[in-house]
């Protein structure tokens, strides 16, 4: 059997590196061999640095130039390919990062990529959800390469502090010249992000109007620190813009408490929330959906129920 | 400038699906199909590529059973002006659609592949980045505005927090994401319209790509349920419980 040495793409700033680097590396660990991490970057000492204290990892790989900067995804996976052959497997966070740059390594190599695992079963065996999550598939890869997306939700991460790896350097590739970074334009947030929060407060068409939406939900999400989220109902209605969408073809969430306002609890919109830890709706149709997978249901009118939750938690704040 | 629009025949997002009793595999007889959402909404790009006069024609290519070509003419009501199946009953993972793909635009070569970022039925999203490794493109994923202009696609997309803008050479690849646009619904005149466009079967050996499967799916389980929860009198038991019990406040 061939030696079993995982490399991990880190998802990184070039200064730090983020949150889901460490629960791609604990994915890792399941299959019990060295565990090695690539940054990618440009003037990403820093970022390796912090690459070499995680726990577990034996040795960070830096390719540095000003190319990988934007982390373009034609560079970034040239730059794997140099040293791809020398592992057994290949993992990336399922993050809007890992997403567009594995596929194409996979590709690269021609191997199959094993999407969003949420399970390691065997060195070849994983476990991913299909359906947006209704359905959990069990597969194997006969590849001699492993490809892997990580869903982070699923894999606790490894500590940030402890590990003493050493830095390895390598080349970047040259740029393909096919593809350029023009600007990044970050959503300004007062709130938590929709997918990494730790608390959401989702809408539905019971709010009635964008306004009522406004009204009743953003003054909890503000006692919670709760990112806001919507049903589809609630952005066809037009209430909010559909980046809002929590649900099969909107955002895939899983936080510690979900509160479902007014939402009545549609297929597709379970698919999306069903994984959050606490699940609250609450609603006035006792026969809604929602109550099904919800933890605490209250049954009642949300524009009475809503201010006063709102108003009970200024003494209990997260 | 032609474009080319890769669309998939899915469960609609409405159905529920189950696991048969052997676990063996998923229960789809009898079962609502639709076009994977996202890969409307590639459909759409395209077609307003075309009425806006930056593309000339929008082919639009499935793989899969040969129901797949009720997909296509839905494509084709939408305004696409002809249709590629690709035919076959095997079961197609994305590294196989990407090759068949690579070798239809070998054949067509057409500047812009639009595709769905990810079909709602493995949601594995992979074929647009696999394809534009294979054709050797440069690729803009999850896609929220795309502006062709001078051989050149300028594309914004959704990344984590916010939106990044890319400027690819084409030919590009591009998948699509949610706020990319909103399809336009099928009209009866463009049902009837889109009976008369053509549309070609080709098998996957017409283009000598091997599809095999890498992947072989062991188990498919239904993911333990939530365990029915309570109705709380009111709030203040509500918050109590958050408190005490969930202990998430």
């Known amino acids: ?318 | 400038m032609k474009v080319l629009v890769a669309v998939k025949r899915v469960v609609d997002s409405n159905v529920s699906v189950r696991v048969r009793p052997d676990g063996k595999g998923i229960g789809l007889e009898n079962v609502k199909m639709a076009m994977n959402p996202f890969d409307e909404i590639a459909v759409e790009e395209a077609v307003r590529l075309r009425e806006a006069g930056v593309a000339t024609e929008v082919i639009v290519v499935s793989a899969g059973v040969a129901q797949s070509q009720e997909t296509l003419r839905t494509a084709l009501a939408m305004g696409a002006d002809r249709a590629i199946l690709i035919e076959t009953s095997e079961e197609l993972q994305p590294l196989a659609v990407a090759k068949l793909l690579r070798a239809l635009v070998d054949k067509e070569q057409p500047q812009l592949v639009i595709l769905g970022k990810q079909a709602i039925d493995d949601d594995s999203n992979q074929t647009g980045q696999m394809l534009a490794a294979l054709a050797g493109f440069p690729q803009a994923t999850f896609a929220s505005k795309v502006i062709v202009v001078d051989g050149k696609a300028t594309v914004s997309r959704e990344v984590d927090g916010g939106t990044e803008t890319l400027s690819l050479l084409l030919p590009a690849v591009v998948t699509t994401d949610l706020r990319l646009n909103e399809p336009r619904y099928v009209t009866l005149p463009n049902i009837m319209k889109a009976k008369k466009k053509p549309l070609d079967k080709i098998k996957p050996e017409d283009l000598g790509v091997d599809i095999r499967p890498r992947l072989k799916t062991l188990k498919f389980a239904e993911p333990i349920k939530r365990s029915g929860g309570v109705i709380v009198p009111d709030v203040k038991t509500l918050v109590e419980m958050l408190k005490t019990k969930a202990r998430v406040l």
């Not at chain 1, 996979?106 to 209704?134: C, H, K, W």
């Not at chain 1, 559909?242 to 549609?266: E, H, W």
């Not at chain 1, 994984?275 to 997978?293: H, L, M, R």
């Open chain 1, 1 to 318: 059997m061939t030696k079993l040495v995982s490399l991990v793409i880190a998802e990184h700033n070039n200064a730090s590196i983020k949150a889901a680097t460490l629960n791609t590396i604990a994915a890792a660990q399941a299959i019990r061999g060295e565990i090695h991490v690539l940054v990618a970057g440009h003037n990403a000492q820093d970022a390796a640095d912090a690459a070499a204290k995680i726990a577990g990892v034996s040795k960070v790989l830096l390719a540095d130039g000003l190319q990988l900067k934007a982390g373009l995804a034609e560079n970034v996976v040239a730059t794997i390919l140099q040293i791809a052959y020398d592992y057994s497997h290949i993992f990336s966070p399922a993050t809007a990062y890992g997403k567009n740059v594995t596929p194409r390594l996979a590709a690269m190599l021609d191997v199959a990529q094993i999407s969003e695992i949420t399970a390691v079963n065997d060195t070849d065996t994983f476990e991913r959800p299909i359906y947006a999550g209704n359905i959990i598939a069990t597969v194997q890869s006969d590849d001699a390469i492993k490809v892997i997306t990580v869903r982070t939700t699923a894999f606790d991460p490894v500590a940030a502090e402890g590990g003493g790896a050493p830095i390895e350097k390598i080349d970047a590739a040259a740029d393909s010249g096919t593809s350029k970074f023009v600007t990044r334009e970050v959503t300004k947030l007062d709130r938590p992000e929709l997918t990494s929060a730790k608390v959401i407060v989702s809408g539905g068409r019971g709010l009635g109007s964008g306004e009522n939406y406004k009204q009743m939900l953003e003054p909890l999400a503000d006692k919670l620190n709760a990112a806001l989220g919507a049903s589809r109902a609630a952005v066809d209605s037009g209430f909010v813009s559909n980046d809002y969408q929590v649900g099969q073809t909107g955002k895939i969430v899983a936080p510690q408490l979900y509160v479902a306002v007014g939402i009545s609890g549609a297929i597709q919109h379970l698919a999306g929330m069903k994984d959050s830890k606490i699940i609250v709706a609450i609603n006035q149709d006792p026969d809604a959906p929602i109550f099904s997978v919800a933890d605490f249901g209250l049954v009642g009118d949300l524009f009475n129920l809503v201010p006063e939750f709102t108003a009970q938690l200024s003494k209990h704040a997260v």
